[in-house]
């Protein structure tokens, strides 16, 4: 059975510093998505992470899967208010039809 | 209306009560998600439809009873639920890419449902 773990599951950062939110999988995976959900939104695709050694960036967030590792990270660099949201990861089983098994989601929030 | 939407944002019902949520995509997708989401659990998948037809089944009580006429609508239909049932549900849709399988999902602002 797959599954998915991420910590921290609450963080609470100053504006300006970086860090780093971790999602470990159990299983042999071909696909990680990261995505974000704003309080009583819905989820918003962030990162589709393809093969090993991929890294995605987007203004202050960058992705990276590590297959062998079973691990990817989501990096927050010089945080700002408007990053503050949950972020989830979620994993594509081998030989899934995209059935996604999601992580619990790290709350984060960004503080002046 | 572009995107993924659902019907209605929020609901309260009572344990004897039927109802149903809608959930409408319009991107051309072929492939549909129902979600549940609760504070003490992580998002939990319930059913997937492919071609309108019903590929997963996570044991999922037989109190929930999924619809899907075609490939941009999905139902979830609702009796007799527990006070536990009361969460956010997210319909989604996807399509593979045919260059790489892809199953990128895109999610509905979700159902507020309240079961009292």
């Known amino acids: 059975e797959l599954k998915v773990e991420q910590n921290p599951l609450f963080l609470s950062m100053q504006e300006g510093k970086n860090y780093t939110i971790y999602c470990n999988y159990s299983?042999?995976?071909?696909?990680l998505y990261w995505y974000r959900q704003d309080p009583g939104k819905s989820l918003e695709s962030l990162f589709v992470l393809l093969s090993n050694g991929a890294v995605k960036q987007e203004g202050r967030l960058m992705a990276s899967l590590d297959t062998k590792a079973r691990l990817s990270t989501l990096h927050i660099t010089a945080a700002v208010h408007d990053l503050s949201a949950t972020y989830f990861c979620?994993?594509?089983?081998?030989?899934?039809?995209?059935?996604?098994?999601f992580g619990k989601g790290t709350k984060l929030s960004v503080k002046p | 209306e572009t995107g993924v939407t659902q019907t209605p944002r929020h609901l309260v019902m009572g344990m004897t009560n039927k109802k149903s949520l809608k959930c409408e995509q319009h991107l051309g997708h072929n492939a549909m998600y129902w979600y549940k989401q609760s504070a003490k659990k992580p998002l939990e998948l319930m059913f997937v439809y492919n071609f309108k037809e019903q590929t997963e089944n996570n044991s999922v009580p037989s109190r929930f009873s999924p619809e899907c006429p075609n490939s941009s609508h999905l139902f979830l239909h609702l009796h007799t639920l527990q006070p536990e049932d009361s969460a956010l549900y997210l319909c989604?849709?996807?399509?593979?890419?045919?260059?790489?399988?892809?199953?990128?999902?895109?999610f509905g602002p979700g159902t507020r449902l309240t079961v009292l």
């Open positions: 979620a994993v594509e089983g081998r030989g899934s039809q995209g059935n996604l098994i």
């Open positions: 299983t042999t995976s071909d696909r």
């Open positions: 989604a849709s996807s399509h593979p890419k045919r260059d790489r399988g892809l199953y990128e999902q895109f």
